[in-house]
T-cell receptor
């Protein structure tokens, strides 16, 4: 069935790069997303990638997709305290109707 | 453009009662989806509405229902509330599929507490 997995926690030093990893099981996933959730808030769409792409860069964010291994990663360059949040990896299919979310990775920043 | 709005933001109900949550999508978006977020189960898809019709449904009991109006606003109803229904209910909107429609934008959520 559909499953998206990510590690629960990541701690990085301010100014370093953060890399959040995700694996998914369904190879027919068409759209792959990264969402950010800050305390008490909804989900903010950070970026997305189509399954026919390998990489997407958007300012400090770089998404890498390894379709063979069903592995998605999000790299945040020059991590700042404002990047502290929970990051959700998510996938959907051609209809983009239903999104399957991972459990979220809590990113904490050390001074 | 205004984002997705949800009302109310917080709600406390008693077991056995029913509740209605409201969602107004981004202007021009015709699709509205609902998700439930709990610490134990994470984010789970409830259903999606497009042009007043339910297009997709998640694995939730019939106590969870929804509808969409002609102006694309959507409501979600939960009847006979149980303690386990306590959650953050998130609404998301997207544009029509023919113009992309793969980006779902979420509202701030309604925090429902059942006592």
């Amino acid at each position: 069935g559909e499953d998206v997995e990510q590690s629960l926690f990541l701690s990085v030093r301010e100014g370093d790069s953060s890399v959040i990893n995700c694996t998914y099981t369904d190879s027919s996933s068409t759209y792959l997303y990264w969402y950010k959730q800050e305390p008490g808030a909804g989900l903010q769409l950070l970026t997305y990638i189509f399954s026919n792409m390998d990489m997407k860069q958007d300012q400090r964010l770089t998404v890498l997709l390894n379709k063979k291994d069903k592995h998605l990663s999000l790299r945040i360059a020059d991590t700042q305290t404002g990047d502290s949040a929970i990051y959700f990896c998510a996938v959907s299919y051609s209809s983009a109707s239903k999104i399957i979310f991972g459990s979220g990775t809590r990113l904490s920043i050390r001074p | 453009k205004a984002g997705v709005t949800q009302t109310p933001r917080y709600l406390i109900k008693t077991r056995g009662q029913q509740v209605t949550l409201s969602c107004s999508p981004i202007s021009g978006h015709r699709s509205v989806s609902w998700y439930q977020q709990t610490p134990g189960q994470g984010l789970q898809f409830l259903f999606e509405y497009f042009s007043e019709t339910q297009r997709n449904k998640g694995n939730f009991p019939g106590r969870f229902s929804g509808r969409q109006f002609s102006n694309s606003r959507s409501e979600m109803n939960v009847s006979t509330l149980e303690l386990g229904d306590s959650a953050l209910y998130l609404c998301a909107s997207r544009s029509h599929r023919t113009s992309g429609g793969y980006e779902q934008y979420f509202g701030p959520g309604t925090r429902l507490t059942v006592t």
